[in-house]
């Protein structure tokens, strides 16, 4: 909506530039057409002072070079008249172009603020829902089997999820999404700590801090049959 008024506004501007334009390039046409015809009249004055002067008396000849003097200035006056309009004509194109740049300079900082707002609160909303989240994940994982769980994986949570990955990413610029393309509220897992992807094995230790890891990530290429243990809790346990 905001777009629309700026650039209507601007529209509006500009409704009569072109015949502005059109109206300076006109006149500096016709300028340069009179200055040519003075330039030629300067030369015929000067080709018949030449060939007449040993003949003309001296008052005829200082009025001879006062009819080319004049023609001269006239020429001056005409240029001078000329790079009037074209500085006219560049002021006033660039008055616009100005404007332009104020225009777009504050409608980015009004789109700046807007989204700012639309993330802060989009981002507390994305850290209750997770709160809750955890919360529930905790209390789930001290009595559930933990290979046979695939309704708490983490793709599965994912897809529970989607509208979180949604609000967080609307408010987003799009040098922010190609900078970071995963929700920065997903959650992450696995010794890579990343977001849930492809095939993954839950550890069977009920405390385990990671709970969740991909195949590649731990030498897996199939699910094992029994129990599974991540490469720390195997640890953790041969120590005790």
């Known amino acids: 909506m905001a777009t629309a008024i700026y650039l209507e506004h601007y529209l509006d501007s500009i409704e009569n530039l072109p015949c502005e334009l059109q109206r300076n390039f006109t006149l500096m046409r ?39 003097q004049n023609a001269y200035s006239k020429c001056k006056e005409f240029s001078d008249d000329k790079v009037q309009l074209a500085m006219q004509t560049y002021e006033m194109v660039d008055k616009h172009i100005r404007r332009l740049d104020a225009d777009l300079a504050r409608f ?70 190609l900078d970071m393309p995963v929700d920065p509220n997903e959650p992450t897992y696995c010794l890579c700590h990343q977001v849930s992807y492809g095939e993954m094995i839950g550890c069977d230790n009920p405390d385990c801090p990671i709970e969740w890891f991909h195949f590649a990530c731990v030498d897996l290429a199939t699910k094992p049959k029994g129990k599974w243990f991540c490469p720390r809790c195997t640890q953790d346990r041969k120590k005790k």
Do not use: C, F, W
């Open 30 to 68: 016709d300028l340069d057409n009179r200055t040519e015809e003075k330039k030629g009249e300067i030369d015929k004055l000067a080709e018949e002072y030449i060939a007449n002067v040993k003949n003309l008396a001296s008052e005829q000849r200082v009025e001879h070079l006062q009819k080319i």
């Open 108 to 177: 980015e900082n009004e789109l700046k603020e807007k989204l700012e707002v639309s993330y802060d609160s989009t981002e507390g909303r994305g850290l209750k829902k997770n709160d809750v989240r955890g919360l529930r994940e905790k209390r789930g994982s001290r009595g559930r089997g933990r290979k046979g769980s695939d309704e708490d994986s983490p793709r599965k949570k994912k897809m529970k999820n989607s509208p979180d990955l949604s609000d967080a990413l609307l408010p987003m610029q799009p040098s922010d999404v």
